[in-house]
């Protein structure tokens, strides 16, 4: 009897044992968990921090720019493509600056140019009916009646988009059609590819940001043809005839190239350096325009009257550069009432930056895009936007591993 008592009290001991064993198992376990919860929720900040500190290193770059011409040979284009690591110690961060003028903008785009790059006619007039004042939606468009009727209603904007993810409260717009690569192409004339042949997604076509000086390449002021005060021998000095002058004159004020190439007599050589010599408002930075010297094939497709031929002839000449907005006038395929009707949307310089940046913290990063203006030479952050994405963002573009890695401080 006292043996049973015995081994009845052993069997509860172990018992006893084997549940303090499995609580102390839970109980370590539960602080691993926490303590790698802590410790990734640490290397999120710090990858965090070293995406921002990409955002710094670009500043010396950036703030030696010339925005009355950027093209691609620039320090910024060649030491920043998102290829290259960068070492902060255990830190590391990628970084990839893109002109917002080398993509379109969607707050000034026009029904043609969305036609030739989206797929569906619910977006594009739902985009156009988003941004502009009034109360009446296009036939396949939307006004505040659909989205007030929503289970979480809201009002049109009918102003300028300031990010592009806004797009997504647009009808038809969705995460899918903006990000991913897009395989039913019913509309578009535009081969939506890039150089190695990968399908892109629309939101490597668009932007809601750009801007460049009213200036001439070397930063010298241009005759304002907008408004009435200029003489024929302002004209004259241009580099017109005196029959020349005396016809733009009697045409002032004017809104566009196309106007002014329209008036009879003007001889190609004139047109170019009317190119390079007049504006239509006098503002001092003009917004919506596409830089010749940066954007890619794909976007200049974009612009009615621009083939596919003089889009890659374009992009050919971007290797050495245009130094004049008159040089578009020499590109095959521009000539007579094209050069007229395509001049408007271009430009050779830049203000404004994309800024991706990619930080990393052991096995842990953080994604940021932000948007820079040089003014006055002065850098300034416009916009910044921590991306919720796992990895590196799928619509960048990027490499999964960089070419090189260099240590900051050590030279680039």
Known sequence: MRR??????????????????????????????????????????????????????????????????????????????????????????????????????????????LQSLLVDQIMIDSLMDWKEAGTTPRANGAKDEYYSALNTPYLTKLAPFTTLNELLLVKGWTAQALYTPQTNIIQSTITQTDLSNKQLPLIDFLTVDGGAPNTGANGAAKTNLGVRGVTVQQLARLGLTQAQATQVFNRIPLTSFQQLFAIPGLTPIAQ???????????????????????????????IPNVTLDIANAIVNQQSTGFTQLSQLATINGVAGNTLGRIADNFTIGSDTWIVRAYGKSGNIGTAIEATVVLTSGKLQIQKWDRLNSVGIPAWWNWEDEPTSTTAVGTGQ
């Open 4 to 113: 049973r008592h015995s081994g009845f009290i052993l069997v509860q001991a172990l018992v006893v044992v084997a549940c303090l064993v499995a609580l102390m198992a839970m109980l370590a376990a539960n602080q691993r968990s926490a303590m790698t919860e802590t410790q990734n929720r640490l290397r999120q900040r710090r990858a965090e921090s070293a995406a921002r500190s990409a955002v710094a290193y670009v500043y010396s770059t950036l703030v030696n720019a010339t925005p009355n011409s950027v093209t691609l040979k620039d320090d910024w284009a060649t030491r920043f493509d998102g290829t290259q690591e960068f070492a902060l110690g255990e830190l590391s961060f990628r970084v990839q600056l893109i002109d917002a003028n080398s993509r379109l903008n969607i707050n000034v785009a026009t029904a043609p140019q």
């Open 272 to 302: 170019q350096r009317l190119l390079d010599a007049v504006c239509f408002t006098a503002a001092t930075r003009v917004t919506g325009k596409i830089n010749l010297n940066t954007a890619p094939s794909w976007v200049l497709q974009t």
